[in-house]
């Protein structure tokens, strides 16, 4: 029995831990996000494991489909172009 326990408490770990990686990714791969915000954003996500981790990834979810992530944004010069709206101009849609 103490057996089990101890690999029951090890997938539960371990599962948290994957969940506060990919939680700290999304949070330091934003585009968006200030220097600031991704460091607090990664704070959230290791002070409330889990949980920070599943708010983080659905915030920026939706804030990705509200910023219009089809077609994606390309940044030129600092400002950006949709690169999906680019027209050809040689005569071929």
Do not use: C, K, T, Y
């Given at each position: 029995m103490r057996e089990s326990m101890r690999i029951l408490l090890l997938i539960v770990l371990a599962v948290l831990l994957a969940a506060?990686?990919?939680g700290t990714l999304v949070a330091l791969r934003s585009a968006i996000a200030t220097p600031t915000q991704k460091a607090l954003q990664s704070?959230?996500?290791?002070?409330?494991?889990?949980?920070?981790?599943?708010?983080?990834?659905?915030?920026?979810?939706?804030?990705?489909?509200?910023?219009?992530?089809?077609?994606?944004?390309?940044?030129?010069d600092g400002s950006e172009i949709d690169v999906g709206l680019a027209i050809?101009?040689?005569?071929?849609?």
């Open positions: 506060n990686v990919w704070l959230l996500v290791w002070l409330v494991p889990l949980l920070g981790a599943i708010a983080i990834v659905m915030f920026h979810r939706l804030d990705r489909r509200s910023q219009g992530s089809e077609p994606e944004r390309a940044r030129l050809r101009h040689d005569g071929h849609h």
